[in-house]
């Protein structure tokens, strides 16, 4: 299943890269919602082979997630990927400059299930793809704000 949207904001290009792609106020949001995060690659430069151990509880059950950045192509593309026991999941940002003080997030997530059960539950989903597109959307308009305004 695939989800994108765009998100336009009145920051340049560099700018909204830097604050989207800032791992450390991400590791705070998720653990300011619930979820436990460790990171795997200590360095404290974002790029390719950050990645992080994260648990989290969805419909009354632990979860994990094992996700990593595959991608950082700065100020352009970051691309992460991750595996939990039952999905695979895909999310690619990409920034592109429209003017010199405006810039747009493209966002896309790809989720691939990996056992019957997963793929059961996305077949379900599909049927409400009109309600989880809209969702989507707000929840990354939220995410892309709160990381502008975190970013000073």
Do not use: C, H
């Not at 992460?80 to 010199?100: F, H, Q, Y």
């Not at 997963?118 to 809209?134: C, E, F, P, S, V």
């Amino acid at each position: 299943m695939k989800f994108s949207t765009r998100i336009d904001a009145d920051l340049p290009a560099e700018r909204l890269f830097e604050a989207v792609s800032n791992f450390d106020t991400l590791e705070r949001m998720m653990i300011g919602r619930g979820a436990s995060v460790a990171r795997v690659d200590p360095s404290s430069e974002p790029g390719i082979g950050m990645g992080w151990d994260i648990g989290f509880d969805w419909r009354g059950k632990a979860r994990r997630l094992r996700l990593a950045v595959t991608r950082f192509d700065r100020p352009e593309t970051v691309t992460m990927s991750g595996r939990s026991e039952a999905l695979d999941i895909g999310l690619t940002v990409t920034v592109i400059a429209l003017s010199r003080a405006r810039s747009r997030a493209i966002v896309e997530t790809e989720v691939k299930p990996r056992n019957m059960k997963a793929r059961l539950m996305l077949q379900t989903a599909k049927l409400g793809k009109g309600q989880l597109d809209r969702r989507y959307q707000r929840r990354i308009e939220e995410f892309v704000q709160l990381m502008r305004d975190r970013q000073g």
